[in-house]
């Protein structure tokens, strides 16, 4: 029997200039979602997924990732001492629960090349991709990808993807897969024959939209070798795996129940979206965003 997946990648090398300048000189991945950085959500969704050895592909200007998942036996010392205990919860992200690993991506290459970094780190092992600027939000939010890691595993799959539909006029931000059928239905995989990058706008084959989890088997790494950059230098995973199929691999969609979300933080616009809804889901101070938005909205 096949053994759980262990290993994760989160591609987190991105310069973030559409979020400048707050990104100058601090990681996008490391604003505030709520009361923890946005990397700290992603990574604990891949901890209560199972996933206990992580690599983040960092990059320049990102040294302060490394800080912020290294445990801090001084601060730890202090909390206890002052009685904080609400403040020593908080940092139970750097329990044992799972073993760092950090390598960087010196030239803004694309993220297909960040993925290829990790070829060393996976060996010849299963493995998720997790892109670390975009949130899934659940009642349990690593229920999608526990059930992806099943359905890879049940299916002998080279690739399961996220997808989630997005309206017409978005899907030119994002990679689009064309599945067999209509309409997917949501929570099973459903076999992918074709994705695309970014699609002009009218040219897209459908509005289902690639979500930033994945998970792949090393087949994955031979395909990203071969995929030429586009027409901006860069080599996108989403055409390696665009390979994949094409060489008839197998190769899955997984369509986000109605329940689940992604969110993601490449521009303000959807920044401040996404903060404001986890302020407002926050379970220590929610009620007071709450309290707060309303009184506000009479004013707009
Ligand atoms: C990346 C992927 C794209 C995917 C998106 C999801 O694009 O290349 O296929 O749909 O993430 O967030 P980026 O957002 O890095 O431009």
Redesign the pocket.
Known sequence: MARPIAKAVIPAA?LGMRLLPSTKSQPKEMLPVGRKPILQHVVEELQAAGLRQILIITGRRKRVIEDHFDPDAELVAALEQAGNEAALADLAYLGDRSRFFYTRQSTPKG?GHAISLGADFVASDDFVVA?GD?LIVAEDPAAPLRAMMEAHRHLGASAVVAVEKVPQEEVFR??IVSIDGAEPPPGEPVAMTDIV?KPAPGTAPTNL????RYVFSPAIFETLNRTTPDKRGEI???DAIRLLIHKGEPVYAWLLTRNQRRY?V?NFESYFRTFIDFALADERYGYLVRKYIKAKAYEL
């Open positions: 991105g993220l892109l975009s994002y990679g990058e939209a690639v979500a930033a996108q995973l989403t993601d490449g």
